[in-house]
């Protein structure tokens, strides 16, 4: 009578029909997958190239071991961006998982297939929960013009700081000449600056002074070139996929791109206001403990609590619903911090109820 053998991690296991739990650890080079079973024992440990021969070599690897229908991936805005895209092409449920808490590594140990099989057990008992983004639409595209637009933001402003500190320590018929111009007036004066007359170790100062002021007024000017070309694409993008996102008070083209960017191509994944309000930092969390009872925010993305933020002060400033909410609620007793927090919880839940419908919609 034919005895039956236990699965073990060698490559010549015969398919097993369960259904398994893959967890990946991604790198720049390498990605390192493990398979669990629904019991929690490791079927299999394997590394494949970050490629996409080695992304079909992997799932076609996983299938071996059982019905793949939900696997962790770390890092899927980062490494794991193209990994984490492959297996919902194929039907398959990919989740966000964090790296692995640091009280686990220094009992555990660190290593790769470990930080894989973390990834797995993780989906496998449900700490994580949240979906990942399938960066293949408009949002995605806009993620990356923002990510070029803020570079940009901060190169510009650096080149600003060193052009005012180098006009501060120059020679002061300069300074004289060029402290009552403003500030457009300033970069263009600086741009069109000439060699100094004369000629001794003094011009060479200004000379040098004269030409790191021209250099620094052009880049200046070309940044400021880059921001505004991306600012008009970041702008054609809101309004060609999600233009009622800009009839509400506050929320202009650039607070809209970042609360897109937060929801991903596919906010299907946040199944209520509550998980996106989460992601937004804006929901409390219980921080009681013995006779103390309190709550506190959670971290979140803090771009988009910046959104959510700029969107309030604005509808303090000019919305009267806003401000007449605002008075009430310091009647009764709030802060003004504890009013701002209401406020940014109301915005959180009228965005994703705006984008919402998105995920119906053929534009995405």
């Not at 971290?299 to 605002?326: E, I, K, S, W």
Request: net charge positive; hydrophobic share 35%.
């Amino acid at each position: 009578m034919a005895t039956r053998q236990h699965s073990t991690s060698s490559s010549a296991d015969p398919p097993v029909r369960d259904e398994v739990v893959l967890g990946m650890d991604t790198h720049g080079e390498v990605h390192v997958a493990a398979v669990v079973s629904p019991l929690g024992k490791i079927l299999g440990t394997e590394s494949f190239p970050a490629t996409v021969a080695g992304y079909r070599r992997l799932l076609v690897w996983a299938r071996k071991r059982g019905t793949v229908r939900r696997a962790g991936v770390e890092g899927t805005g980062t490494f794991g961006a193209g990994l984490s895209r492959y297996p919902l092409t194929q039907q398959i449920q990919v989740f966000e998982v964090n790296r692995p808490d640091r009280t686990a590594c220094r009992l555990l140990g660190k290593s790769d297939p470990l930080d894989a099989q973390a990834a797995a057990r993780a989906v496998l008992s449900g700490r994580t929960r949240a979906q990942a983004k399938s960066g293949d639409g408009p949002v995605h595209g806009a993620r990356i013009y923002k990510l070029a637009k803020d570079s940009a933001v901060k190169a510009r402003t650096q080149a600003i700081n060193q052009l005012k500190a180098v006009l501060v320590i120059a020679d002061p018929v300069l300074r004289e000449r060029l402290s009552s111009l403003g500030t457009a007036e300033l970069f263009r004066t600086c741009a069109t600056l000439g060699p100094p007359d004369g000629g001794g170790d003094e011009d060479a100062v200004a000379q040098a002074t004269h030409m790191t002021l021209r250099m620094l007024a052009g880049r200046i000017e070309q940044l400021t070139g880059q921001i505004n070309e991306l600012n008009q694409r970041l702008t054609r993008l809101v309004e060609r996929h999600a233009p009622q996102l800009l009839v509400p008070m506050g929320i202009g083209p650039d607070s809209a791109v970042t609360l897109l960017i937060t929801m991903g191509d596919n906010p299907e994944r946040l199944n209520t206001e509550a998980s996106f309000a989460a992601l937004c930092g804006v929901s409390p969390v219980e921080y009681s403990s013995g006779r103390r009872s309190t709550r506190r925010l959670n971290c979140g993305d803090r771009r988009a609590n910046a959104a959510l933020h700029r969107t309030v002060f604005t509808r303090l400033r000019h919305d009267p619903r806003t401000q007449a909410y605002y008075e009430r609620r310091t009647q009764e007793g709030k802060t003004r911090r504890e009013v701002i927090r209401c406020l940014k919880r109301y915005a959180a839940r009228e965005v994703f109820n705006l984008v919402r419908p998105i995920s119906r919609a053929p534009a995405l």
